[in-house]
């Protein structure tokens, strides 16, 4: 019975790879159609943000500010010297040292230095 014909008649062994057949008989794996494919580029480089300050927010509202020490492609960061600005019960803030964000929770992510508060352009227009 482990003998009925099984097997590389009828597409080769169970979980193997899938198989593309070209002309000519020539037969190319998975590893050949993905090499062909273009790389995905990362929609922000930060690495001219490495060892500079910089402010994270998250969904749920915390935010906190830190030197950018590493990241990776799916954005989680790797900060030092962080601190976390609270506002309530009462505005303080809190150091939290070394610390790893996870890229998912991120929402907003700017650097500290050259951004400035600015005035609201729309204050005052009200009619």
Do not use: C, W
Not at 93 to 99: E, F, I, K, Y
């Amino acid at each position: 019975m482990a003998d009925r014909g099984r097997g590389a008649a009828r597409g080769g062994a169970r979980g193997a790879a899938p198989v593309k057949r070209l002309q000519g008989g020539a037969h190319t794996g998975l590893a050949a159609a993905s090499a062909d494919k273009p790389r995905r580029e990362a929609i922000l480089d930060l690495s001219k943000y490495v060892d500079e300050r910089i402010r994270v927010k998250f969904t749920g509202g915390r935010e906190v500010t830190g030197t950018l020490k590493g990241y990776d492609q799916l954005l989680n960061l790797v900060l030092d010297d962080v601190t976390e600005e609270m506002q309530l019960p009462k505005p303080h803030t809190r150091s939290l040292g070394l610390v790893v964000l996870r890229g998912p929770t991120i929402t907003v992510l700017n650097p500290v230095d050259g951004s400035d508060e600015i005035a609201n352009p729309f204050q005052g227009q009200e009619q």
